[in-house]
């Protein structure tokens, strides 16, 4: 979507900042590091997961359901794509 190029950059230092989470969580588990230290390393990667997922779901509000300039159709279009992506999220 053309509007999540607004905030490019500070996305993908999000995305990056969360791959390097998950390197050091595998190389944590290939060196036999305590289980509570991989849990709690798993607990901060779901985090920033959760946050990047937030900030994306309020981009799409924004951008495809509250957007004044939508007609009514465009903006239940954008609704029921969000509910269906908050649905196979929360599973």
Do not use: P, W
């Not at 791959?19 to 798993?42: F, N, P, Y």
């Not at 997922?53 to 924004?62: G, M, P, Q, S, T």
Request: hydrophobic share 45%; net charge neutral.
């Amino acid at each position: 979507m053309a509007h999540l190029q607004k905030n490019q950059k500070q996305l993908l230092a999000r995305i990056s900042r969360i791959s390097g989470q998950l390197r050091t969580a595998e190389k944590k588990i290939e060196d036999g590091v305590s289980c509570e230290d991989i849990l709690h390393l798993a607990a901060s990667i779901r985090g920033a997961v959760n946050g990047l997922v937030e900030e994306l779901i309020a981009e799409h509000l924004a951008e495809h359901v509250v957007d004044e300039r939508l007609s009514f159709a465009e903006r239940q279009a954008g609704a029921a794509e969000l509910l269906a992506v908050i649905r196979r999220y929360s599973k």
